[in-house]
């Protein structure tokens, strides 16, 4: 089994803020509070949910290049923050985590899943949490699964 490169870190940066930093308004922002529906959505300007590190599907995509057919092991880690809670969300392929064959787990902070996946469908994939709000702050990135290896003949 070929075993992922890494372990794939789902977590909060805090983009351009000092520790103790307090949630601050940008020019623009309304001091209004968000219409029902929307209130969820409360996190200062400076925090970006990431992918090891990457934002706004800007992980380079050779970081996370599988093969069909490949026995492949994610291994998924939730930050230490207590909105950490993480949904990754597998796009174009499935996986077996917790004795389950799905496209989409579930993590608590500082939680780690062994998802494994045999990939069968070709392409760029999307791999993102479905909080909507950590999807919107940037947890998104894709993967790709290439053509399968060719058998040697002999
Ligand atoms: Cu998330």
Known sequence: MRQLLGT????????????????QSRPGD??????????????PWFVT???????????????????????????VMSSTNDFDFHTPHWHGNVVTANKMRTDVAF???MQMVTADMVPDNEGIWLLDCHVSFHNTAGMNGRYAVGPARKLSAY
């Open 49 to 75: 949910f990431s992918l090891n590190g990457y934002a706004h599907g800007s992980m380079p995509l050779k970081a996370i290049t599988v093969r069909k057919g490949e026995r492949v092991r994610w291994y």
């Open 8 to 23: 794939l870190v789902c977590g909060a940066l805090l983009a351009g803020a000092t520790p103790g930093q307090q949630a």
């Open 107 to 109: 993590m608590g902070p």
């Open 30 to 43: 309304s001091p209004v509070p968000p219409p029902p529906g929307l209130s969820q959505n409360f996190y």
